[in-house]
Every structure is written in C-alpha cells, then in structure tokens.
C-alpha cells in the first residue's frame, strides 16, 4: 500500500460538496470505519470516447496517486490522470437532479450530461459521432 502521494500543482480538486456527499455516502452504507476512499478514472467509450467513472473503493494500489481533501482520501490511477490533471469534481444539487460533476480543462467537447469527453488528442476516436444515452 506505498501509493505515491500526489501532491503537484496539477491535482484533481475535490469541492467541499463533493466531499461532503462522498461522507453521506460512506455513513449511509457503513463503511466510515473501514478506509474506504473515491476513486475516480477514466475509460475508453462514452459517445465522446471517453467516460469518466467513480466508486467508492478500500483498495490503494502501489500505482495509484492519493490526495486527501476535505477529509475524503481520493484514488487516481496514472493512466486515469493523464486525463484528468487539473479537473475539479463537485457535487450538484439542481432542479434536473443532482449528482457528481466534473469540470475537466483537458475535455475539448463532451456529451450533453457530461458523463464522457473528448480530449485534443483523441480526436476523431471511436467514440465520435455515437448517441449519447444521457437523455
């Protein structure tokens, strides 16, 4: 469990909502005591070629990057943070719902729900010109 402490300038920021939501969670499932943590990444698919996803996870790999904020440890593989780096992950409560967001400087375009993106180097990926589900 030697996972590399992330702790340059380009980390992923988790809001003080976003962690506060990520507690509730913990509480309302029992898992407060047992070091469970957010992991965030990415993956190939989405109707923009990629998706971001998230889980509630007790595993730290020796690969991963860890940062705690607010209370709330956060797991990023390094694959995942190659997308990722500088991205901000909130957690709104709006009229059409709430919900985790991210807001990622890397994405050049996204779907409507904004659950997969697109960077300036994947363009033209296998995920361009596909229906977004979100709807």
Do not use: W
């Given at each position: 469990?030697?996972?590399?402490?992330?702790?340059?300038?380009?980390?992923?920021?988790?809001?003080?909502?976003?962690?506060?939501?990520?507690?509730?969670?913990?509480?309302?499932?029992?898992?407060?005591?047992?070091?469970?943590?957010?992991?965030?990444?990415?993956?190939?698919?989405?109707?923009?070629?990629?998706?971001?996803?998230?889980?509630?996870?007790?595993?730290?790999?020796?690969?991963?990057?860890?940062?705690?904020?607010?209370?709330?440890?956060?797991?990023?593989?390094?694959?995942?943070?190659?997308?990722?780096?500088?991205?901000?992950?909130?957690?709104?409560?709006?009229?059409?719902?709430?919900?985790?967001?991210?807001?990622?400087?890397?994405?050049?375009?996204?779907?409507?729900?904004?659950?997969?993106?697109?960077?300036?180097?994947?363009?033209g990926g296998e995920g361009e010109g596909?229906?977004?589900?979100?709807?």
């Open positions: 469990m030697d996972a590399v402490e992330q702790t340059d300038l380009e980390q992923i920021t988790l809001t003080e909502n976003a962690a506060q939501a990520v507690k509730d969670l913990l509480t309302k499932r029992n898992l407060v005591d047992q070091d469970y943590a957010l992991r965030v990444f990415v993956q190939g698919g989405g109707c923009s070629g990629f998706q971001y996803g998230m889980a509630l996870d007790n595993r730290v790999l020796s690969s991963d990057l860890v940062t705690e904020q607010f209370g709330v440890k956060l797991l990023v593989d390094e694959m995942s943070l190659n997308y990722l780096k500088g991205a901000t992950v909130d957690f709104v409560d709006e009229i059409m719902g709430s919900g985790f967001k991210i807001t990622n400087p890397n994405a050049v375009s996204s779907c409507g729900c904004g659950s997969s993106f697109r960077t300036a180097d994947s363009a596909g229906s977004c589900g979100c709807h």
